[in-house]
């Protein structure tokens, strides 16, 4: 029979729902990048700016969640973690649609065409980030478990695993940046300067997503370890 934390039935309005919440919105937000990338490789910028204003949109969405949760978050609160380990946690899932935002955005002030050669690995690069972003979500979806059983436990180890997971993904986000900065850079002689500068901060930005799903999961980690 599983047994229940009693922490969880004193904590009245929980913070966990609305941090989930707004990590289902970031997971909306950039459920949109891969698309965005396609419209660029297909030079179609209608296609681009569309995919702009719905990434625009969610992370608006995601900034309301977050400065009320902020709001409303008590300074001191009978709970099993920290209040600031949640805002933390809220941070770096924040900063997911943020550098989203930044990606979209920079693809439609500046028209940037995808180098040859790079298109195949570029959407392999963006598509396994955005694979970090699932994860994280995934893990922010067990909170509410975690709370019932006290943070310790089959559950604990679940999630521990899931973060090790994580880890790993992360890892082969950073390999294939450093593999598509290297094509970037054979290339300068038949680039300018300048968009070879634009394209080195693109590649910035989409590892950008994955380091900042690992970090979710690393104040995870540090949540199970307290």
């Keep these: 029979m599983k047994t229940t934390n009693p922490l969880a039935s004193l904590m009245g309005h929980s913070p966990f729902k609305p941090l989930q919440e707004h990590m289902r919105v970031v ?60 805002l933390e946690v809220l941070v770096m899932q924040d900063s997911i649609a943020d550098t989203a935002q930044d990606i979209a955005g920079l693809l439609v002030e500046r028209k940037m065409s995808v180098p040859e050669d790079m298109a195949e690995p570029l959407m392999t690069l963006v598509n396994r980030c955005v694979d970090t972003c699932k994860c994280s979500a995934s893990i922010i979806e067990e909170l509410d478990e975690l709370v019932e059983m006290g943070f310790r436990g089959f559950e604990a180890e679940r999630v521990q695993d899931m973060v090790n997971e994580l880890n790993l993904i992360e890892d082969e ?54």
Aim: hydrophobic fraction near 45%; charged fraction near 30%.
């Design 27 to 86: 997971s909306e937000c950039i459920a949109e990048v891969p698309g965005l990338f396609e419209a660029l490789i297909a030079d179609n910028q209608e296609g681009v700016a569309e995919y702009k204003e719905r990434i625009f949109s969610k992370e608006h969405e995601a900034d309301e969640i977050k400065n009320n949760l902020r709001v409303h978050l008590p300074k001191s609160l009978f709970m099993p973690v920290d209040r600031r380990d949640l």
């Design 173 to 226: 986000t950073d390999e294939m940046g450093m593999a598509l900065t290297r094509t970037l850079f054979s290339k300068e002689d038949d680039m300018s300067a300048v968009s070879v500068m634009f394209w080195y901060q693109m590649i910035q930005w989409i590892g950008d997503l994955a380091d900042y799903a690992e970090k979710v999961g690393d104040r995870m980690r540090l949540l199970l370890a307290r």
